[in-house]
């Protein structure tokens, strides 16, 4: 079996209270060719303190003012050798076997764009709220469809040659600057799609997802006209004036009182968190 140079990059800023998990689902993976990244913001919060601990694993770690997410995305990739890039966010982490899997996957389709599985999105405490399986058909014309068709970011391992050359992602989006990389990668074929479940995100009231809603709904639009998916980007409206009309907070309670429901009826549905690994 060929075991690509995997590169994963970690994009973080004070989210010490998560790093640890996201650092640790890399390592505990025990993939024999790795390469790991860690772009931190110039964190306050202990994040850097977590990052040395774990330094010998890393192959290269930063923590400065880089621009933000996608800027420290990007420089990261650039840093980086590997055949297969990843990144995975400060508060997500990776399940047991995840990256085995995805370069079997490599091996079968090694010419593809990208290869991406499923995810759970969770709660601090690991309650899965919700899991993502991976839509079997990943052609742009699936893809833009977003409402039906969305992939699990985290779940998601794409071409270093590919990425490299459409650009890496672009800047102009701050919420759904992976969408925008996804249509333009699946241009030069398909994305891979597995139903195993890849990795885990952990939904909190400082996501992205949950304090920029508006932004995020109101750039996937403008990326499904960008694309000519005029069809598609009028289906998206009806979620921007949902968002444009929920008060402050809205969010965050729903997120909560879902919690609280599911918690009741599922109590046992828990994910297993990573194995901090012994540090001398």
Same mark, same amino acid.
């Given at each position: 079996?060929?075991? %690509?140079?995997? &590169? ?23 993939? %024999? ?14 994040? *850097? ?7 010998? #694993?890393? +192959? ?37 076997? +995840?990256?085995?899997?995805? *370069? ?8 593809? %764009? ?5 995810? #759970? ?7 899965? !709220?919700?899991? =993502? ?7 742009? +014309? ?16 794409? &071409? ?26 699946? =241009?030069?074929?398909? !994305? ?36 000519? #998916?005029?069809?598609? +980007? ?9 968002? =444009?009309?929920?008060? %402050? ?5 729903? !997120? ?25």
């Amino acid at each position: 079996m060929k075991y %690509p140079l995997i &590169s994963i990059v970690t994009p973080s800023y004070n989210q010490g209270i998560f790093l640890e998990n996201t650092i640790a689902s890399v390592i505990e993976q025990g993939y %024999p060719n790795l390469e790991y990244i860690v772009m931190d913001g110039g964190s306050s919060d202990g994040s *850097v303190e977590i990052i040395r601990k774990y330094a010998k #694993y890393l +192959a290269y770690w930063q923590s400065q003012p880089d621009g933000g997410q996608v800027a420290a995305i990007n420089a990261g990739f650039r840093k980086a050798g590997g055949e297969v890039f990843a990144f995975l966010n400060s508060d997500d982490f990776l399940l047991q076997g +995840a990256i085995q899997h995805m *370069v079997e996957l490599y091996n079968q389709y090694p010419q593809a %764009p990208g290869w991406t599985g499923g995810g #759970y999105s969770i709660t601090q405490d690991g309650f899965i !709220l919700q899991t =993502r399986i991976t839509p079997p058909r990943l052609e742009q +014309a699936d893809l833009a469809d977003w409402e039906e068709n969305w992939i699990y970011q985290p779940g998601c391992f794409f &071409s270093a040659p590919i990425a490299l050359a459409v650009g890496l992602f672009n800047p102009a989006y701050q919420n759904s600057f992976d969408f925008d990389f996804w249509m333009r990668i699946v =241009r030069l074929g398909r !994305l891979i799609p597995t139903p195993r479940i890849i990795a885990a995100a952990t939904i909190h009231s400082n996501t992205k997802t949950q304090k920029y809603h508006t932004r995020m709904f109101e750039e996937t639009q403008a990326i499904q006209r960008a694309y000519g #998916y005029a069809n598609f +980007a009028e289906k998206t409206q009806k979620f921007i004036d949902q968002a =444009r009309q929920e008060k %402050p907070g809205t969010t965050v309670a729903k !997120l909560l009182y879902e919690t609280h429901t599911q918690k009741r009826k599922f109590p046992n549905r828990f994910v297993r968190f990573p194995e901090k690994p012994t540090v001398p």
